[in-house]
């Protein structure tokens, strides 16, 4: 897939697909839109584009936080089978566009759109003051189609990434990833520990949380983790996984309330997978993806190690059954 951060350099050879939106966490209403895209081209002979701004440059995203980071937003896109993505951020001058020099100057003339696809609230240009109903008019009168997708419900609610958010935040783990269409997840790269889980018998992969990012509750949950490590053929990329059990918060009980900043800890259950996952030292050339398939319990402080210990004891084996039936 094609990366364009410069947007006013994009100048397809052939007739485009071009799916609109913001696209954080690319959920399963995005992937509507997505999926339109890529089957319309590959039935036409177009490219197939996705337009977004990148997420974490809107006003108030350092608040808000973000679904997915610029990396893991890109790869989902990348996976859906899209051609090309105009990535710019979200600044001067391009937001100075007016909704109608947007439309026929970009779309239409330099990106060759032969059809919009958009979402049910889907507004553009300075102002924001172009939405459905003028791109609906306007591509008629230039022979570009229009799709315009109705909301997305997942049991009687519209899918909206504000709404993930808050889900995720509040431990509602199972009903976020019912909107996102897949398990909630973070990119992120190994970091040394202290090795304190292996002093008790429970090693872990340490992973810092990615500044900006929406963050769980603090808790223990099932994961499935993958690595993505550049081995000898650069442009080829290992993905072993494997389940584990993990601890994202302040550690209570080991930092006695020092900590400040989240740890993701990461146990496998399955020692002999930790062999084809992890790097020692860590490689800055390798990706961790830690998918959180469910919600275990609220992260405690815990009086001895011993008890700590034998709590984790009890949530290895919850977690060995949640994932035995979480193929």
Known sequence: MEIHRDIYKFVPEKKTAIALGRFDGVHVGHMTLLNKAVEFARENDFLSVCFSFREETYPGAETRGVLTTEKEKLDLIRDAGIDVTLHPAFAPPLTEITHD?????????QWKAGMIIAGYDFKFGKNREGDTDFLRKEG????????????????GEIVKATIIRGLLRDGLLDKANRLLGRGYSVTVKQVPGR??????????????WPEGKVPLKYGVYAVRVRSFALRDDPSEKI????????????????????RTV?????????????????????????????????????????????????????????????MAIRV
């Open 101 to 109: 020099k947007f439309l026929h100057g970009y779309l239409i003339n």
């Open 239 to 258: 993905k072993p996984s494997a389940n584990g059990v993990a601890n994202f918060g302040l550690r209570p009980t080991v930092d006695e309330g020092k």
């Open 140 to 155: 008629e009168k230039r022979g570009v189609k229009v799709e315009i997708v109705r909301p997305v419900t997942s049991e």
């Open 195 to 208: 090795r304190l889980g292996s002093r008790i018998g429970f090693p872990t992969l340490n992973f810092h």
């Open 262 to 322: 989240p740890v993701l800890e990461v146990h496998i259950l399955d020692p002999g997978k930790m062999i084809d996952l992890i790097a020692e030292p860590p490689s800055p050339d390798t990706d961790f993806t830690v998918e959180f398939v469910s919600f275990m319990r609220n992260e405690q402080r815990f009086e001895t190690l011993d008890s700590l210990k034998s709590a984790i004891d009890e949530d290895v084996k919850k977690a060995r059954e949640i």
